[in-house]
């Protein structure tokens, strides 16, 4: 439970963030900037003992989020609010960064989101061969930036296909 505070905090800001988009300007940026601050707050919320990566996730979370809020409330200015299905469905969607930039996504057909998918789960597998062949070597006599370009390639390749393969994924559930 310690280690999911952060992120049920993200959620409760989420979800009380949403009627501070239809008030004034002045009243809506101040309460943006609290829900912007408590978002990028939440990883101090993280357990002392959590691990290396709980604490990685957290803060990108908490970016993220507050992203979100920071794009969310600069729209409402211009008259651009979400409904509150539209707003929850946007802090939820991993691929969609800029709630004023959503129109501007491409409506992909149903063959080529298949297509992608697979393509990208190809990229995972060559990502995860080529980090394994690098990882591998020994690099004993070779300079510390030169393998770590290496195995970067290797691991930018399986992210790189990982965030498709989600991309994909949302769109066939029903998402922008």
Not at 48 to 75: C, E, P
Request: aromatic content about 14%.
């Amino acid at each position: 439970m310690d280690r999911a505070m952060p992120f049920l905090l993200l959620a409760l800001v989420g979800g009380l963030a949403y009627p501070g988009l239809r008030f004034d300007r002045p009243l809506r940026i101040l309460v943006g900037a609290v829900f912007v601050a408590a978002a990028l707050l939440s990883p101090l919320l993280a357990p002392a003992d959590s691990g290396l990566s709980t604490r990685l996730l957290v803060i990108f979370a908490s970016g993220f989020v507050a992203m979100k809020f920071f794009d969310l409330f600069i729209g409402a200015a211009r008259a651009d609010s979400p409904s509150l299905r539209s707003y929850l469905a946007f802090l939820a969607n991993p691929c969609l960064l800029v709630w004023r930039r959503r129109d501007a996504e491409p409506q992909v057909p149903l063959a080529e989101n298949f297509r992608r998918l697979v393509r990208d789960a190809a990229q995972i597998a060559i990502g995860l061969l080529v980090l394994k062949g690098f990882w591998v070597i020994r690099w004993d006599a070779m300079p510390f930036w030169l393998e770590h370009g290496f195995k970067a390639v290797g691991f930018y390749l399986g992210v790189l296909g990982l965030f498709g393969i989600i991309a994909a994924l949302w769109r066939l559930a029903g998402g922008v």
